[in-house]
């Protein structure tokens, strides 16, 4: 035992005299990604301890002057790379490791492993799941509703949300055989109940046909979309209900995009600006002066407003907000619906 650890002492001296100057090459593919790692000559015979996330190195060469080369040529579903969303572009992200001594000791050195691509058009993410949220609307459309998990790269696998986190709130429609449809949320409210009652409390997320009005107090955006036929919501959590379950209810809206006005947007308020802007054309943000007011409908004269869109109700939930400090807090999960 002693001896185990003084070998990892000497280990981890002598790789830290080659961390400032580490020679790391990183050549990003369309689904994978090569790494060189060039490494001294003490560390040749140590060459298993070096890892792409959960992977050892794909090949060991030895050079003429006694250095080593460990080559990393692995897909990105390998290794347990983390694919990121960050509105137009996808990441993989990983951390080449040295480990010494096995886990659950610590790694010695870590260097961060990022490959950054702009989001296909078109790309819809892998978790349209038929179990979230799914709702039948009218026309043969299909409406979404879901909870996102930290990376909004899945379905969230709790519902605790621990009070002022952000819980990302997922809406989609599919459009099939329509005509490309732009998703809207024309209201939300949150409530202690899984259906709205005339007696209902209720906590006003987006109001006025389209306005987000939970930005104004808190913050709470609409992330830049991946695609016009979906939204996320970026909700961050508040006291209202706390430690209850609660339901967060919407009327999501499928309309035609070339048709915006104040009862068809996406408005969010910009604290530093002391103003709201338009989601999807700052340009026109003017639309959403209403959003102080009371915003009305323009229909155009002739055309018959529920030709260039459909509507539904959907509801997500029950979500648990917690307080942190609360020592129940862990005690409540559920999946949400």
């Known amino acids: 035992m002693v001896t185990h650890l003084y070998l990892g002492v000497i280990l981890v001296a002598v ?3 080659t961390v400032a100057n580490a020679d790391i090459n990183v050549v990003c593919a369309k689904d994978s990604v090569k790494i060189t790692w060039r490494i001294t000559a003490e560390l040749v015979p140590h060459a298993a301890r070096l890892f792409l996330g959960n992977c050892m190195a794909s090949r060991l060469n030895i050079l003429p002057n006694g250095e080593g080369e460990a080559q990393f040529n692995y897909k990105f579903v390998d290794c347990k790379f983390r694919k990121l969303m ?3 572009r996808l990441l993989f992200q990983n951390e080449l490791t040295f480990r010494p001594q096995a886990k ?3 790694a010695s050195f870590v ?3 990022e490959c950054v691509y702009k989001r296909p058009e078109g790309w819809v993410p892998p978790f349209l799941n038929p179990g979230s949220g799914l709702s039948e609307g009218r026309g043969g459309l299909v409406f979404h509703m879901a909870l996102l998990d930290e990376q909004l790269t899945g379905i969230a696998k709790t519902n605790v949300i621990p009070l002022g986190s952000f819980m990302p709130i997922w809406a989609a429609v599919e459009q099939k055989s329509h005509q490309p449809l732009l ?3 024309e209201e939300c409210l949150a409530t202690t109940t899984p259906e709205l009652q005339p007696n209902s409390q209720v906590y006003p997320i987006i109001t006025n046909k389209g306005c987000l009005v939970e930005s104004m107090v808190g913050n709470s955006v609409f ?7 979906a939204l996320i919501l970026y909700l961050q959590s508040f006291k209202f209900g706390l430690g209850q379950e609660v339901y967060i209810h919407c009327k999501l809206v499928a309309w035609d995009p070339q048709v915006l006005d104040e009862s068809k947007k996406a408005c969010q ?3 530093q600006d002391m103003r709201w802007e338009l989601l999807d054309d700052p340009s026109q943000s003017s639309i ?5 007011s009371t915003c009305r409908s323009r229909s155009r004269r002739g055309v018959d407003p529920e030709s260039q869109g459909f509507s539904y109700n959907s509801v997500l939930g029950p979500l648990i907000i917690v307080d942190p400090s609360d020592s129940n807090a862990d005690s409540m999960s559920k999946s949400p619906s």
């Open 104 to 106: 659950p000791k610590p």
């Open 15 to 17: 790789f830290a005299a």
């Open 269 to 271: 308020y910009v604290k």
């Open 223 to 229: 992330l830049p979309r991946y695609h016009s036929s």
């Open 86 to 88: 960050k509105g137009k």
């Open 288 to 292: 959403c002066s209403c959003c102080d």
């Open 183 to 185: 998703l809207l949320i």
């Open 111 to 113: 260097y961060p492993i």
